[in-house]
Structures are given as structure tokens and as C-alpha cells.
């Protein structure tokens, strides 16, 4: 089998496709055919070394988080899954996903619905979960509140948004001059350009100010709250960090893979709630380039997805 990884920590090019050879399933495990991929951010961080001092494990490390694919082999103490099951979900850190096969967890994993396909179903967990803990758990949204998404038009953002509306809040969003109208299509209103200033007409009207991408600066954050509101920081500089500690209008979003958590996402795709935006499929052996592109900067409107042969 082939799989995306790195033998030591350090930038793009440190990634190679490469053979790799699974070992079987062990207790409370399952080995998957995967059939798709998704990409995020977090990928090339934890390449990059970032908390390296907290993951364990040897090199060569793989890459990749969330996944959709086929049970090939369960290990011993298995019993929710067999062998053909269709199934989606996550992989323990650092990683392993953006493979043709990977061994996970069982209990980071849940059938996959037959309304999603594949590519669908690889892109929901991570952002899925992610905005999911921000707004509900940390953001304790209720319906009728307001909503204000940094970042809207990204994978996270856009999670966030249909989470958001299907509990019944108002969502604003900022995004890139490319997604304005697809902003509009999906219901944020009003929509900001990030290339302009946030006018003094929305200060004061947001419970919770989501920032997906970390470029929403504290002041403006501050500004958009209303009083009694709460920001939740899903990439925080260092400053926004320290301001969690001490403040309880500012949150560090920490999340974790959950099963619980996912099949509400899911749920909400199921029913029609959730249509996320995929901004661009690849083949496995195109992944690494790909990847270069986005951490280079370059802005995909929705979820990027890699599919395997």
C-alpha cells in the first residue's frame, strides 16, 4: 500500500508517497480500504513539528485525519463492525488517513450513511466536530442568537454556518472577494470582504464571534461581542491565548475527536442541513503538490479531498 509521510519534522518537502506495510489490527482496532481523504490544515502543522513534544510515535509518520472507506479487518474485542461495512471517521495523532489503507481506533469510527458518498462523507469529521464543539459546547448556542464566522467560506467556516442556521441563528460571515457569492448562496448575511474594514454598524451584535482561520484581530473580536458574548479562537496567536486564560469572553478551542459529536453532524447531512462545499477533489498521487499549494496560501472555497485508486 501507499501512503503520504515524513521521516523527520520540517517543511513541504519533507512529504513522500511511499510503500508502507500495515501491521494487523490490534485489540480495539480495525484496518480500512480507504476510499477518500480530506485535507486540513493541522496536517502540515503536525509536519511541521508542532507538538512534537506531546505525540509519541516513530518515523516514517503519516499524514492525514479524517477518512471514508471500507472494513477490510477488525481486531480482537471488535463487535460493531465486519468485514464490507462502508464507514467514516478519524485516526489517532499524527495521523495516517491520506493512505490507501490505515488501522484506527474502533470507537473513533461510525457507519457511514448511504445518502453520503464517500468523498462527503471523508470531508465531514474533523470540521464537522470542530464547529460543533465551538458553537455548542464552548459557544453554548441557542436559537435566536447571533453568529459571527471568520473565515466563512473555508471548510471549518462553512460547518460552522449550516450548524449555526440549523439550530436557528442569524449568521454573519467574513470572507475571501472570491467567495462572496457563494457566501450569499449558502445564507450568511451580511457577508464581509476581509480586504475591508468591519463597519461600526456590526459592533455589538454578535453572542458568539467564531474565528476559523485566526486572522480576526482582538480588537475587532471585542468589538463585534455583544456584551455577555463569547469568541471562540480556533488558531490563536499567542496574544489571543493568554486573553483566554484570563478572560471568560475568549475561548481557545480545543477539540477531540467524538463519535457522539459526529453522528449530530451527520445527522444534520443526512438531513439536507449540511451540504458542505468540496472545493476540489485529487488523486492520492497528486496529494503532495496539492498540499504545497494550500500551505502556500492558495484559497479553496470548501473542503479539499484526496481519492484513492
Given at each position: 500500500?501507499?501512503?503520504?509521510q515524513?521521516?523527520?519534522?520540517?517543511?513541504?518537502?519533507?512529504?513522500?508517497?511511499?510503500?508502507?506495510e500495515?501491521?494487523?489490527?490490534?485489540?480495539?482496532?480495525?484496518?480500512?480500504?480507504?476510499?477518500?481523504?480530506?485535507?486540513?490544515?493541522?496536517?502540515?502543522?503536525l509536519?511541521?513539528?508542532?507538538?512534537?513534544?506531546?505525540?509519541?510515535?516513530?518515523?516514517?509518520?503519516?499524514?492525514?485525519?479524517?477518512?471514508?472507506?471500507?472494513?477490510?479487518?477488525?481486531?480482537v474485542?471488535?463487535?460493531?463492525?465486519?468485514?464490507?461495512?462502508?464507514?467514516?471517521?478519524?485516526?489517532?495523532?499524527?495521523?495516517?488517513?491520506?493512505?490507501?489503507?490505515?488501522?484506527?481506533?474502533?470507537?473513533?469510527?461510525m457507519?457511514?450513511?448511504?445518502?453520503?458518498?464517500?468523498?462527503?462523507?471523508?470531508?465531514?469529521?474533523?470540521?464537522?466536530v470542530?464547529?460543533?464543539?465551538?458553537?455548542?459546547?464552548?459557544?453554548?448556542?441557542?436559537?435566536?442568537?447571533?453568529?459571527?464566522?471568520?473565515?466563512?467560506?473555508?471548510?471549518?467556516?462553512?460547518?460552522?454556518?449550516?450548524?449555526?442556521?440549523?439550530m436557528?441563528?442569524?449568521?454573519?460571515?467574513?470572507?475571501?472577494?472570491?467567495?462572496?457569492?457563494?457566501?450569499?448562496?449558502?445564507?450568511?448575511?451580511?457577508?464581509?470582504?476581509?480586504?475591508?474594514?468591519?463597519?461600526?454598524?456590526?459592533?455589538?451584535?454578535?453572542?458568539?464571534?467564531?474565528?476559523?482561520n485566526?486572522?480576526?484581530?482582538?480588537?475587532?473580536g471585542?468589538?463585534?461581542?455583544?456584551?455577555?458574548?463569547?469568541?471562540?479562537?480556533?488558531?490563536?496567536?499567542?496574544?489571543?491565548?493568554?486573553?483566554?486564560?484570563?478572560?471568560?469572553?475568549?475561548?481557545?478551542?480545543?477539540?477531540?475527536?467524538?463519535?457522539?459529536?459526529?453522528?449530530?453532524?451527520?445527522?444534520?447531512?443526512?438531513?439536507?442541513?449540511?451540504?458542505?462545499?468540496?472545493?476540489?477533489?485529487?488523486?492520492?498521487?497528486?496529494?503532495?503538490?496539492?498540499?504545497?499549494d494550500?500551505?502556500?496560501?492558495?484559497?479553496?472555497?470548501?473542503?479539499?479531498?484526496?481519492?484513492?485508486?
Amino acid at each position: 500500500m501507499k501512503r503520504i509521510q515524513y521521516h523527520r519534522f520540517g517543511g513541504p518537502e519533507e512529504m513522500r508517497l511511499e510503500n508502507f506495510e500495515l501491521a494487523a489490527p490490534g485489540k480495539g482496532e480495525i484496518r480500512i480500504r480507504v476510499k477518500a481523504a480530506s485535507i486540513n490544515p493541522f496536517d502540515w502543522k503536525l509536519r511541521n513539528g508542532y507538538m512534537k513534544y506531546m505525540i509519541r510515535g516513530a518515523f516514517p509518520r503519516a499524514m492525514g485525519a479524517d477518512f471514508s472507506g471500507v472494513v477490510e479487518a477488525v481486531g480482537v474485542g471488535v463487535t460493531q463492525f465486519r468485514t464490507g461495512d462502508e464507514v467514516m471517521g478519524t485516526v489517532p495523532l499524527p495521523g495516517g488517513a491520506l493512505a490507501e489503507k490505515l488501522i484506527t481506533k474502533a470507537d473513533l469510527v461510525m457507519m457511514k450513511p448511504a445518502e453520503l458518498s464517500h468523498e462527503a462523507a471523508a470531508a465531514l469529521p474533523i470540521v464537522g466536530v470542530t464547529a460543533w464543539k465551538a458553537l455548542v459546547v464552548d459557544g453554548h448556542l441557542k436559537t435566536g442568537q447571533s453568529v459571527f464566522i471568520n473565515g466563512a467560506m473555508g471548510g471549518l467556516g462553512q460547518a460552522a454556518t449550516h450548524i449555526a442556521k440549523a439550530m436557528g441563528a442569524s449568521v454573519a460571515g467574513r470572507v475571501g472577494p472570491s467567495g462572496l457569492d457563494a457566501a450569499k448562496a449558502i445564507g450568511l448575511e451580511p457577508i464581509l470582504d476581509y480586504t475591508r474594514e468591519i463597519p461600526a454598524a456590526l459592533h455589538g451584535r454578535f453572542d458568539i464571534v467564531f474565528d476559523t482561520n485566526g486572522s480576526l484581530s482582538i480588537p475587532e473580536g471585542d468589538a463585534l461581542l455583544k456584551k455577555g458574548g463569547v469568541i471562540v479562537d480556533a488558531v490563536p496567536t499567542t496574544g489571543k491565548f493568554l486573553r483566554s486564560l484570563v478572560s471568560s469572553r475568549r475561548k481557545f478551542l480545543m477539540s477531540s475527536p467524538s463519535v457522539a459529536m459526529l453522528g449530530k453532524v451527520v445527522d444534520l447531512a443526512r438531513a439536507g442541513k449540511m451540504p458542505l462545499t468540496i472545493g476540489r477533489i485529487v488523486r492520492l498521487e497528486d496529494a503532495i503538490s496539492f498540499i504545497k499549494d494550500l500551505e502556500a496560501g492558495r484559497r479553496v472555497n470548501g473542503k479539499s479531498v484526496v481519492v484513492m485508486p
